[in-house]
């Protein structure tokens, strides 16, 4: 996937060698071959409201789509995290309340001993969002606990700027089109609906062919890079 085709993207207002280390680390990663004992994961949050029907919808009909009455009902808001792994066309949506440490930890925990209980680490590629990080786990959980789940987890930060390096936003906006345009009522709708989503998009094996390099970065984002010494 080049990154040029996504929807939504920015890059850093100036050259910066913050912005410039992070991309080239997380391409690189990008860039390794499949191995199940180490899987490059990509994780994302996206947030949602809740609607509900006030009355019901008019199904279809010959010549006629279904009509739904402008008036709706407000259920509140939902946190979905979306976890991919590109090269084996993999992913999976948790629908949490909340966005908080505690919801990312229990997000983490769950890579690690539902997804991914035989891998010996998982590399993470995540946004620098303040709940994104390690120290989440050891707000959630007892330090032992909290330090084997941060030994399983290889963590790689986009940088700031650069969330359209991140895979897992991919599979949000796909998610977005396919299935979140839709009234949801409550979380567990929500739930059902992008279950039975990502089911179908792991049965049909929706890969992600990213091909954009390092070396490409250097030639195309050459604007980026800062100026150096010799």
């Keep these: ?7 939504q993207w920015c890059l850093a207002p100036t050259a910066d060698p913050a912005f410039v280390w992070p991309m080239e680390d997380v391409l690189d990663v990008y860039h390794r071959p499949f191995d199940p004992l180490r899987p490059v994961v990509c994780l994302d949050e996206t947030s949602r409201q809740l609607l509900g029907e006030v009355r019901p919808p008019l199904p279809t009909a010959p010549g006629h789509p279904a009509r739904h009455d402008p008036e709706y009902e407000r259920g509140g808001v939902a946190n979905l995290f979306l976890m991919t792994e590109p090269l084996r066309g993999w992913r999976a949506v948790t629908v949490s309340q909340r966005r908080t440490r505690l919801d990312f930890a229990a997000c983490a925990k ?3 001993d539902t997804h991914y209980p035989h891998a010996e680490r998982i590399v993470l590629v995540l946004d620098q969002l303040n709940t994104h990080s390690p120290a989440s786990l050891y707000a959630a959980f007892p330090p032992a606990e909290a330090k084997r789940l941060a030994d399983k ?5 986009t940088p ?14 796909v998610l977005q089109r396919q299935c979140l345009r839709q009234r949801l009522p409550d979380r567990g709708a929500m739930a059902r609906e992008v279950g039975a989503w990502a089911k179908r998009r792991n049965d049909q094996t929706r890969r992600i062919d990213w091909q954009f390099t390092t070396a490409d970065a250097r030639t195309k984002l050459r604007r980026l890079s800062p100026a150096y010494e010799a």
């Design 1 to 7: 996937m080049k990154p040029w085709l996504v929807e």
């Design 110 to 112: 769950e890579l690690v």
């Design 153 to 157: 987890l290889e963590i790689h930060y």
């Design 160 to 173: 700031k700027h650069g969330s359209w390096l991140n895979m897992a936003e991919l599979e949000l906006s």
